[in-house]
């Protein structure tokens, strides 16, 4: 947290309300068995970052809108190394769920050759795991994924 806050980056946990509480994260991404949105919000306030995994479902989406999220996860888009067995999502979804409200983020084996076709869909934001920290140069990556937008 401090290394984070040094660089005015903010820290939100992965799927640990519990954890994100206790060390004063900037919110918490919850998925579908790890609490609900209404008491992360309770537990971390009203300014915390809160985000919801939505899979290929905009009924979850809407969902978590009404419960007070900061943002939706929609995916896998892509295969996974990561998930291998994580359910398909089609990119026409982040244009359905253009009229939530809030941002929009793409995840599920996305990489520089591929992300741009989810961003012109509608993607706000990309989660990515493998094509950063599978590299030579995971700065490099970073940065070719950041040039995207």
Same mark, same amino acid.
């Given at each position: 947290?401090?290394?984070?806050?040094?660089?005015?980056v903010a820290l939100i946990i992965n799927?640990?309300?519990d954890v994100a509480t206790a060390i004063g994260a900037d /919110?918490? +991404?919850l998925g579908l068995g790890d609490g609900s949105i209404?008491?992360?919000?309770a537990a971390l306030g009203v300014?915390?970052?809160i985000g919801a995994t939505? +899979?290929?479902r905009l009924d979850l989406a809407e969902r978590a809108v009404a419960e007070g999220a900061s943002y939706v996860a929609f995916g896998a888009f892509f295969p996974s190394p990561t998930k291998p067995e994580a359910v398909q999502a089609a990119p026409e979804l982040l244009a359905l769920s253009q009229s939530l409200g809030l941002p929009r983020v793409a !995840? /599920? /084996? !996305?990489?520089a050759d591929n992300a741009r076709l989810l961003i012109d869909a509608g993607a706000d934001l990309i989660a990515v795991i493998s094509a950063v920290f599978d590299t030579d140069d995971p700065q490099a990556a970073t940065r070719?994924?950041?040039d995207l937008f």
């Amino acid at each position: 947290l401090p290394l984070c806050r040094a660089r005015s980056v903010a820290l939100i946990i992965n799927d640990d309300l519990d954890v994100a509480t206790a060390i004063g994260a900037d /919110g918490v +991404h919850l998925g579908l068995g790890d609490g609900s949105i209404a008491a992360a919000r309770a537990a971390l306030g009203v300014d915390a970052i809160i985000g919801a995994t939505c +899979h290929n479902r905009l009924d979850l989406a809407e969902r978590a809108v009404a419960e007070g999220a900061s943002y939706v996860a929609f995916g896998a888009f892509f295969p996974s190394p990561t998930k291998p067995e994580a359910v398909q999502a089609a990119p026409e979804l982040l244009a359905l769920s253009q009229s939530l409200g809030l941002p929009r983020v793409a !995840i /599920g /084996g !996305i990489n520089a050759d591929n992300a741009r076709l989810l961003i012109d869909a509608g993607a706000d934001l990309i989660a990515v795991i493998s094509a950063v920290f599978d590299t030579d140069d995971p700065q490099a990556a970073t940065r070719r994924l950041a040039d995207l937008f």
